[in-house]
């Protein structure tokens, strides 16, 4: 099983600032890797897939870079809706999808 | 575009199985174009994928879940379902079910969730 990793596991960013979120993968994933926003008694949604492509409708404040074990997330300048949790999500070892546990983003 | 909808029974007791259903609109379910996955998410905790199932019929589970699960497609009323047997409070989680396009890709359409509850 690949293992994800996610740091910090709470951050805290002010309005406008740029916020970096971090995924660890514990073996190469390639660029098979997905991000997903959670906000409170919602269904996550897919933000980034593929490591740095947007999904439909994503702003482009989000971006995502990496590849191998090594992924980031960035908002560029945070507005009050992105303060939410963040999941990575693996897919490159299909038939055994793993997430991350999180990264809370919360307002400074 | 796709919308998925979960329904269940809301409580379930220990060592019975539980049993939901997610309905597809917006688009066919026997399509080669989606895999039918179930995410669950125990309160305050993270995702755990369960498993998936292409409209063929062909399923892939999650190990660690894998003699507890079993997930169906009914291609006429649009449904797949998923059943976990001997349930125990572990199994407390808010289930998710999602669609992905191919086996290498993430979840792209996401119900809303529907919370399960284990217990007497």
């Known amino acids: 099983e690949i293992v994800m990793t996610q740091s910090p596991a709470t951050l805290s960013v002010s309005p406008g600032e740029r916020a970096t979120l971090s995924c660890r993968a514990s073996?190469?994933?390639?660029?098979?890797l997905a991000w997903y926003q959670q906000k409170p008694g919602q269904a996550p949604r897919l933000l980034i897939y593929g490591a740095s492509t947007r999904a439909t409708g994503i702003p482009a404040r989000f971006s995502g870079s990496g590849s191998g074990t090594e992924f980031t997330l960035t908002i560029s300048s945070l507005q009050s809706e992105d303060f939410a949790v963040y999941y990575c999500?693996?897919?490159?070892?299909?038939?055994?999808?793993?997430f991350g546990q999180g990264t809370k983003l919360e307002i400074k | 575009q796709l919308q998925l909808q979960e329904s269940g029974p809301g409580l379930v007791k220990p060592s019975e199985t539980l049993s939901l259903t997610c309905t597809v609109s917006?688009?066919?379910?026997?399509?080669?174009?989606?895999?039918w996955g179930w995410i669950r998410q125990p309160p305050g905790k993270g995702l755990e994928w369960i498993g998936s199932i292409y409209y063929s019929g062909s399923t892939y589970y999650n190990p660690s879940l894998k003699s507890r699960v079993t997930i169906s497609v009914d291609t006429s009323r649009t449904q797949f379902s998923l059943k976990l047997s001997s349930v125990t409070a572990a199994d407390t989680a808010v289930y998710y079910c999602a669609s992905h396009r191919t086996s290498y890709s993430s979840f792209d359409y996401w119900g809303q969730g529907t919370l399960l509850t284990v217990s007497s």
């Open positions: 073996q190469s994933v390639s660029s098979n």
């Open positions: 917006g688009g066919s379910i026997s399509t080669s174009t989606y895999y």
């Open positions: 999500q693996q897919y490159n070892n299909w038939p055994l999808y793993t």
